[in-house]
T-cell receptor, first 114, second 114 residues
């Protein structure tokens, strides 16, 4: 079953604005990751937050995790046209038997207009 | 993107053709993955290889046949495909047992089945 579900499905903003994307999941996790995908390309890892962490920063990215609500958010501050991409959350399967099985959501398509 | 490479980048094939996709990782990882990404659908995990052993076959039709000759190379052999198999096929690798859980993706092969 699908683990991560992103909200909104699509987001359109102007350069300089902040973009917030949300992710909900269903089962217990070890960590949650966010990935970015430019159109028709591979995914690029952005940030990982562990289940015992509540907030993490990396440059213009801020990720929060609320395990009680089984949700996470990704905030991109001062967005740029180059941030235009799809963003995916991925959760690991805690009972996957020792290897790193990730389950991806459907993604949020972000468009940043100059 | 030089960490994980995929060839070819684009492939058009007829339903009766046999072709192979190749993935190579230069990161010293010991787990490799094949994913299928169709339009407007979440990323679907197809196969997982952990230390060259297949540990996951996510109910993939037998017309897709993976091969992992060593921990750096992964192939996906294609035979008698259907038009609905047209998609972006992504390869990824990760470091198990002590790794961060992050997966590193190749740029993908855009497959079109006529």
């Amino acid at each position: 079953s699908q683990q991560g579900e992103e909200d909104p499905q699509a987001l359109s903003i102007q350069e300089g604005e902040n973009a917030t994307m949300n992710c909900s999941y269903k089962t217990s996790i070890n960590n949650l990751q966010w990935y970015r995908q430019n159109s028709g390309r591979g995914l690029v890892h952005l940030i990982l937050i562990r289940s015992n962490e509540r907030e993490k920063h990396s440059g213009r990215l801020r990720v929060t995790l609320d395990t009680s609500k089984k949700s996470s958010s990704l905030l991109i501050t001062a967005s740029r046209a180059a941030d235009t991409a799809s963003y995916f959350c991925a959760t690991d399967d805690m009972f996957s038997g020792g290897y790193n099985k990730l389950i991806f959501g459907a993604g949020t398509r972000l468009a940043v207009h100059p | 993107e030089t960490g994980v490479t995929q060839t070819p980048r684009h492939l058009v094939m007829g339903m009766t053709n046999k072709k192979s996709l190749k993935c190579e990782q230069h990161l010293g990882h010991n787990a490799m993955y094949w994913y299928k990404q169709s339009a407007k659908k979440p990323l679907e995990l197809m196969f997982v290889y952990n230390f060259k052993e297949q540990t996951e076959n996510n109910s993939v039709p037998s017309r897709f046949s993976p091969e992992c000759p060593n921990s750096s190379h992964l192939f996906l052999h294609l035979h008698t495909l259907q038009p609905e198999d047209s998609a972006l096929y992504l390869c990824a690798s990760s470091q198990e047992r002590g790794g961060s859980g992050t997966q590193y993706f190749g740029p993908g092969t855009r497959l079109t089945v006529l």
